[in-house]
């Protein structure tokens, strides 16, 4: 998406890392996504200077307030400090003796954030853990598959904090209560709605549905270094932000990611979004092409499933290819150069491939590596899903 220099290797060579190429994603785990030159040149132009940072914050909370319709936001170390954060200021409100004693509870703050059953996702963490970071106590309503409002409500007590309501494909995709549902059961109650939106493009929609804060990531569409965005209701913001105070210490952001995230934003905004949706749709066809004929191989386009302005292409998986979904995954990923797909729908029987985040150049060479893998004889685990143990994660540092 960026005028960067085609696979920008030198860093990694350096470093013994392998050139990978990203069709998965905005995902932690491969550095998130594409810095945006704007924002590598502000946080080199910070970087040696010395800054007030409320006062950068304070800027930060206008530019936020700018591009999301909020009263009030302040950046964060990642979207899951966020949510600590938030749930946070739900609990103890601008109360520095409180702050200062979580996770500890002060007096009869409220404790409790409730949560559908089926947004009780993992993004690489539990999000239950990152209410729970805060002393809060996570109280699920409803089933996974089937919540309704009256789950909401009958779970809210004078204890309840918050409701935090998830917006990702991780979701339940059905039986889920809607933000609108949510809000039309909280308002009248006065709790706060939090809305964790990581990976939204739609900065303003959520509150303007009524969420009391919302949560964004910096390092995900918005192209910003990694960082998290927390926006919304004044009042709430401010507790928020106070945590940095408390258990936010431990979270803390620097003015480097600050400054990026301003930049990323002011980005946004002047952004060809239209020319960037036609350079990912060429490279959706180039590689359905690429895979046309193939035995055992169905490629469509398929749009995103949060309804944000991206499409992805969903690979299906048959054994007649020779590969499990997850061989395929695999045998992408260990070719030259790598190429890391989006496989966390692998036990479906498909993958994905998802164009958001490729250099210049890289979409032919996905293409040829798709061909590459269907012609090689195939791996003696090519058929096998993919494990359901740790092993590879605990073999870490070495
Ligand atoms: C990515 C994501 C997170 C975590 O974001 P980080 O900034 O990596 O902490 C939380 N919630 C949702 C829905 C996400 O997609």
């Known amino acids: 998406m960026t005028a960067s220099v085609p696979g920008n290797s030198d860093i990694r060579a350096r470093l013994g890392l392998r050139p990978v190429i990203n069709v998965a994603g905005t995902m932690t785990a491969l550095g998130a996504s594409i810095i ?62 409180a702050i200062e004693r979580l996770p500890r509870r002060t007096g009869d703050n409220p404790r409790e954030v409730i949560l559908q059953a089926g947004h009780a996702v993992n993004y690489g963490a539990p999000v239950a853990q990152a209410v729970r970071l805060a002393g809060a106590r996570v109280v699920l309503a409803g089933d996974v598959g089937m919540a309704m409002d009256y789950h909401v409500a009958g779970a809210i007590t004078e204890r309840t904090a918050a409701v935090l309501h998830v917006v990702s494909h991780h979701v339940m995709g059905y039986g889920q209560l809607s933000l609108s549902e949510v809000v039309a059961v909280c308002r009248p109650r006065r709790i706060p709605v939090i809305v964790d939106a990581a990976s939204e493009y739609d900065l303003r929609g959520f509150l303007t549905e009524g969420a009391d804060l919302v949560i964004y990531s910096g390092h995900k569409f918005l192209s910003g270094p990694t960082s998290g965005i927390v926006a919304g209701r004044k009042d709430l913001v401010r507790a928020a932000y106070l945590q940095n105070r408390g258990i936010g210490r431990g979270m803390k952001v620097g003015k480097e990611s600050v400054a990026g995230v301003m930049a990323a934003l002011d980005a946004w905004a002047a952004r060809d979004h239209a020319a960037i949706r036609t350079r990912e749709g060429a490279a959706l066809a180039l590689w359905r092409a690429a895979l046309d004929g193939q035995p055992g191989i169905a490629a469509r386009i398929v749009p995103d499933p949060t309804g944000n302005p991206l499409d992805r292409l969903e690979v299906a998986v048959t054994p007649e290819s020779g590969f499990s979904a997850a061989g395929l995954a695999r045998a992408l990923a260990a070719g030259t150069p790598p190429v890391i797909v989006r496989d966390d729908e692998a036990d479906l029987g498909h993958i994905h491939l998802d164009p958001c985040n490729l250099h210049e150049g890289e979409a032919a060479t996905v293409a040829d590596a798709l061909r590459t893998v269907m012609a090689a004889p195939r791996a003696a685990d090519a058929l096998a899903p993919a494990p359901r143990d740790a092993t590879a994660a605990l073999r870490w540092p070495d």
């Open 36 to 97: 945006h030159p704007e924002a590598v040149a502000a946080m080199a132009a910070i970087a040696g200077e010395f800054v007030e940072i409320d006062d950068l914050q304070r800027r930060a909370s206008a530019c936020i307030a700018r591009a999301t319709g909020a009263g009030a936001g302040f950046v964060t170390a990642s979207s899951s400090a966020a949510i600590t954060l938030a749930v946070a200021g739900t609990m103890t409100g601008a109360d520095l003796h």
